[in-house]
């Protein structure tokens, strides 16, 4: 069950890193949240957190950016991305033998 609802949450992830290289940033913020709100405690909250954050300083929203990097470092203070930017992915997401 726990595969299914990270596999689940990566989906929404992707999607939402989708509309974030497409300049899409209110649908990738939106995705993003869907994550936070929808799959509670799953691994891919980090990246979704990063995703708001960056989405928020590209729409010019310093507040919400600021708010958004808060929850990311209280949460995960220990995050790489900030400086080193979302992860290439070796695998291609739909495949699950990439979890294995």
Same mark, same amino acid.
């Given at each position: 069950? =726990?595969?299914?609802?990270?596999?689940?949450?990566?989906?929404?992830?992707?999607?939402?890193?989708?509309?974030?290289?497409?300049?899409?940033?209110?649908?990738?913020?939106?995705?993003?949240?869907?994550?936070?709100?929808?799959?509670?405690?799953?691994?891919?909250?980090?990246?979704?957190?990063?995703?708001?954050?960056?989405?928020?300083?590209?729409?010019?929203?310093?507040?919400?950016?600021?708010?958004?990097?808060?929850?990311?470092?209280? =949460?995960?203070?220990?995050?790489?991305?900030?400086?080193?930017?979302?992860?290439?992915?070796?695998?291609?997401?739909?495949?699950?033998?990439?979890?294995?």
């Amino acid at each position: 069950m =726990n595969w299914l609802v990270n596999t689940m949450a990566e989906h929404q992830l992707h999607t939402a890193r989708f509309y974030y290289e497409r300049q899409g940033y209110v649908a990738a913020i939106n995705r993003a949240q869907a994550v936070l709100t929808d799959y509670e405690g799953v691994p891919a909250t980090e990246q979704a957190l990063y995703i708001i954050m960056m989405s928020y300083q590209k729409l010019d929203m310093p507040d919400l950016s600021k708010d958004a990097e808060r929850v990311l470092l209280t =949460n995960f203070p220990d995050t790489q991305l900030i400086a080193k930017g979302l992860p290439k992915t070796e695998y291609s997401w739909w495949n699950p033998l990439g979890y294995f």
